[in-house]
C-alpha cells in the first residue's frame, strides 16, 4: 500500500530565510511524486511533480523539490520565504500514471513571519 | 494549467436534505474524477473515483447510496449528499484529469454544513 509522512505539523520561518517542508513516502513501485498548496477554504493548487529525471524538480513560485530515491523522500524547498508562501503544503504519491487517485499526507502549515 | 470549477463554495442546509456539488472541467475534457472529504486540520480522504460514463468507484467505508456520484458528460461530475445530517458536514473537493496526464486539478471545494 502507498503511503505519505509529513513528519512536521507546523513549520516556522522567518521571512527571507530558506525553508524545507518534509515528505517521506513508502510505495511498492516506481512513485511519482506531488507537492500542492492549500490556502484557506480553497482547493489544491499544484506545485510541481516528479516523475522521472532529474531529481531536482523546479515548480511555481520559486519552490523546488528534490526526489532522493534512497532515502524514499521528497523535501519541498524554497531559498527565501515570502509571508505570502504561508499555507498548507500536502504532499502526495502514486505508483503509477493514468487517472489513478492521489494518497495524500496530512499536510504541514507552513507560517512565514516577516 | 487546467481550470476546475466547483460550485457551490459554500452551502448550509438543514438535516434530512439533500445537497448537490457540481465538478466542472471548464477547458479540457475530464475522463476521470475524484472526490475527496477534508476534515478541518486533517488530511484529504479519497470517497471515490469516477470516470466518465461509468459508475464511480467507492473507497471502503464510503456509503455509496449516500454520496450519489453521477459522471455523466466529459465536463461535468456531481456529488449529491443524500439525507444529510450534521455528521455530513465537511469540506468537500473534487479533482479532474485527463488520459495521459500526470497531474490532477483541483476545485475550490465545497463547505457544507449541515444543522
Known amino acids: 500500500a502507498q503511503s505519505v509522512a509529513q513528519p512536521e505539523d507546523q513549520v516556522n520561518v522567518a521571512e527571507g530565510n530558506p525553508l524545507t517542508v518534509k515528505c517521506t513516502y513508502s510505495?511498492?513501485?516506481?512513485?511519482?511524486l506531488f507537492w500542492y498548496v492549500q490556502y484557506p477554504n480553497r482547493g489544491l493548487q499544484f506545485l510541481l511533480k516528479?516523475?522521472?529525471?532529474?531529481?531536482l524538480v523546479k515548480g511555481s513560485y520559486g519552490f523546488e523539490a528534490e526526489f532522493n530515491k534512497s532515502q524514499t523522500s521528497f523535501h519541498l524547498k524554497k531559498p527565501s520565504a515570502l509571508v505570502s508562501d504561508s499555507a498548507l503544503y500536502f504532499c502526495?504519491?502514486?505508483?503509477?500514471?493514468?487517472?489513478?487517485?492521489?494518497?495524500f499526507g496530512k499536510g504541514t502549515r507552513l507560517s512565514v513571519i516577516a | 494549467g487546467a481550470v476546475v470549477s466547483q460550485h457551490p463554495s459554500w452551502v448550509i442546509c438543514k438535516s434530512g436534505t439533500s445537497v448537490k456539488i457540481e465538478c466542472r472541467s471548464l477547458?479540457?475534457?475530464?475522463?476521470?474524477m475524484f472526490w475527496y472529504r477534508q476534515f478541518p486540520k486533517q488530511s484529504l480522504m479519497l470517497m471515490a473515483t469516477?470516470?466518465?460514463?461509468?459508475?464511480?468507484?467507492?473507497e471502503q467505508g464510503v456509503e455509496k447510496d449516500k454520496f450519489l456520484i453521477n459522471h455523466a458528460s466529459l465536463t461535468l461530475s456531481t456529488l449529491t449528499v443524500t439525507s444529510a445530517h450534521p455528521e455530513d458536514s465537511s469540506f468537500y473537493i473534487c479533482?479532474?484529469?485527463?488520459?495521459?496526464?500526470?497531474?490532477?486539478?483541483f476545485g475550490a471545494g465545497t463547505r457544507l454544513s449541515v444543522l
Open positions: 510505495v511498492s513501485g516506481n512513485p511519482y
Open positions: 479533482s479532474a484529469s485527463r488520459s495521459g496526464w500526470n497531474i490532477q486539478y
Open positions: 469516477s470516470n466518465e460514463g461509468s459508475k464511480a468507484t467507492y
Open positions: 516528479y516523475i522521472t529525471g532529474d531529481n
Open positions: 502526495a504519491v502514486r505508483v503509477r500514471s493514468g487517472n489513478t487517485p492521489l494518497v
Open positions: 477547458d479540457f475534457q475530464a475522463t476521470t
